[in-house]
């Protein structure tokens, strides 16, 4: 098999299951955990359920990088990164390191501790659906710009 055409299916499975975990935490289980739990109860509810998953974020995330990498190397796409036609190649690099840094490092490192002191208020809640549906908005933006870009729309 073409290894080019294996790390492109691993690619796409990969950010499917990135990006559809991204969707489904922002689109049903925060909004699920904000109408089942009080305000000072919904971050310790939420990170309860994200445990569980967390780690296949990480995997995805990875996967999808190093396939991505693979394929600038192989098909030496790096000239794409000089070509605003190709605005969606940075999208999805920019995308892949906030979603990189954030897994590895922000969250277990600064946000798990932060919100391990939750306040009766739920701000940490608050704060963490608003950037989940950022996150999320720039995510479909990135997919949408990589499809059609990959076919010559732009």
């Given at each position: 098999?073409?290894?080019?055409?294996?790390?492109?299916?691993?690619?796409?499975?990969?950010?499917?299951?990135?990006?559809?975990?991204?969707?489904?935490?922002?689109?049903?289980?925060?909004?699920?955990?904000?109408?089942?739990?009080?305000?000072?109860?919904?971050?310790?509810?939420?990170?309860?359920?994200?445990?569980?998953?967390?780690?296949?974020?990480?995997?995805?995330?990875?996967?999808?990088?190093?396939?991505?990498?693979?394929m600038?190397?192989?098909?030496?796409?790096?000239?794409?990164?000089?070509?605003?036609?190709?605005?969606?190649?940075?999208?999805?690099?920019?995308?892949w390191?906030?979603?990189?840094?954030?897994?590895f490092?922000?969250?277990?490192?600064?946000?798990?501790?932060?919100?391990?002191?939750?306040?009766?208020?739920?701000?940490?809640?608050?704060?963490?659906?608003r950037?989940?549906?950022?996150?999320?908005?720039?995510?479909?933006?990135?997919?949408?710009?990589?499809?059609?870009?990959?076919?010559?729309?732009?």
């Open positions: 098999m073409d290894d080019f055409i294996l790390a492109r299916a691993l690619h796409v499975l990969s950010v499917l299951l990135w990006i559809g975990g991204v969707a489904f935490v922002t689109t049903v289980v925060l909004p699920a955990t904000r109408r089942n739990h009080p305000p000072g109860d919904r971050t310790a509810a939420f990170h309860r359920i994200e445990a569980g998953f967390a780690w296949q974020a990480r995997l995805w995330v990875l996967l999808a990088g190093a396939s991505g990498f693979w600038v190397y192989r098909g030496d796409m790096w000239g794409r990164f000089l070509d605003p036609h190709f605005w969606w190649m940075h999208a999805m690099v920019g995308l390191l906030v979603f990189m840094v954030m897994l490092a922000i969250e277990p490192l600064v946000l798990h501790p932060l919100m391990a002191r939750e306040d009766a208020s739920g701000q940490s809640f608050e704060w963490i659906e950037l989940h549906r950022l996150l999320f908005l720039v995510a479909l933006v990135t997919v949408f710009g990589a499809v059609a870009g990959s076919h010559g729309f732009f």
